[in-house]
């Protein structure tokens, strides 16, 4: 079955628009870099599955950054999403937080404090908005920034669901978003909101294995036009080249120090976790560099 796809399609005479994503093998591939404890693993996943679905609704190359900046132990959420391909990390990965439904406290656990959204859609400037966390669920608080700082009313649903093993390992993820267009009629709006209001829970269509398109069919009770079907995915364009670029703007002294005490430098990615090595023989050449 595929796991990291997103389907596109208008309702309500084209006046509202539904993106849904399953996001299965990002948040699985994520939560195996960093090693995520469930918590952390919900509120990075829930932001990388926000981030992938607000990448499609761009132009192909139009780029996006997300700062979920809470108080919270989970700390800061940073997460970068082009065409449909996202990276990203938080930095506590190591939450495990239950409310006493058994659910992930990210209430708790995100804390309070504000996202930002900054867009480069390849014009003079990056757009930038900001909005308050008003739960730190995530969904809800992106329902809150589209209405807020877009001003696009708009639902959010994003979600996952854990197996039952040792190390909670994700079974399923995945998430929509139903934006409302200028033009939409107040009869068609209030069936929407009944309709949102009233489906199942999308923890609960994810255990029971829906598809995007079963989702989209859920929202809109079959009174849809897909639009297209398209991959996502979670690849980090890191090299040991970029590095070696920071690196060099070291002053020619620290890098005499790092070779003198450590003999190596050993820098990890933030948003992949992969570790590149710089031995004697790396930092030699580009102190030579330097010359
Ligand atoms: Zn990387």
């Known amino acids: 079955m595929k796991d ?5 399609a208008y309702c309500m005479h084209e006046t509202v628009r539904i ?4 996001t299965t093998g990002i948040v ?3 939560q ?5 404890y469930p918590t952390s693993c919900a509120a990075l996943g829930r932001t990388l599955t926000m981030a992938a679905i607000m990448s499609c609704t761009y132009k192909s190359n139009d780029s996006l950054n997300i700062y979920v900046k809470g108080d919270g132990p989970i700390g800061k959420i940073t997460v970068e999403a082009t065409n449909g391909n996202v990276r990203g990390y938080c930095e506590n990965p190591g939450i495990l937080l239950l409310d ?4 992930q406290n990210l209430s708790f656990g995100v804390g ?7 867009k480069d859609l390849h014009l003079r400037q990056p757009f930038s908005g900001s909005s308050e966390i008003i739960s730190g669920e995530i969904a809800k608080d992106f329902t809150y920034y589209f209405t807020k700082s877009e001003q696009i009313p708009s639902a959010v649903g994003l979600s996952e669901v854990f197996n039952n093993d040792d190390t909670a390992s994700i079974k399923v993820a995945g998430g929509f978003l139903v934006q409302v267009m200028p033009g939409c009629k107040e009869e068609d709006l209030v069936k929407l909101e009944t309709k949102l209001s009233h489906m199942k829970p999308l923890s609960e269509m994810l255990t029971l294995g829906y598809s995007a398109l079963d989702i989209i069919n859920e929202i809109t009770d079959g009174d849809y036009i897909e639009l297209e079907e398209r991959e996502l995915t979670t690849n980090c364009p890191c090299n040991k080249e970029r590095f070696q670029r920071g690196l060099l703007t070291l002053k020619k002294a620290d890098l005499l120090e790092i070779l003198e005490q450590d003999k190596k430098a050993e820098i990890t990615c933030n948003f992949c976790n992969k570790k590149y090595l710089f031995d004697e023989n790396d930092l030699k050449e580009l102190i030579e560099a330097k010359n």
């Open 4 to 8: 990291n796809y997103l389907v596109k």
């Open 19 to 22: 993106y849904a994503a399953i």
């Open 28 to 30: 699985k591939t994520n």
């Open 32 to 36: 195996e870099r960093f090693n995520l």
């Open 100 to 103: 006493k439904d058994g659910r």
């Open 112 to 118: 309070n404090g504000e996202i930002t959204v900054v």
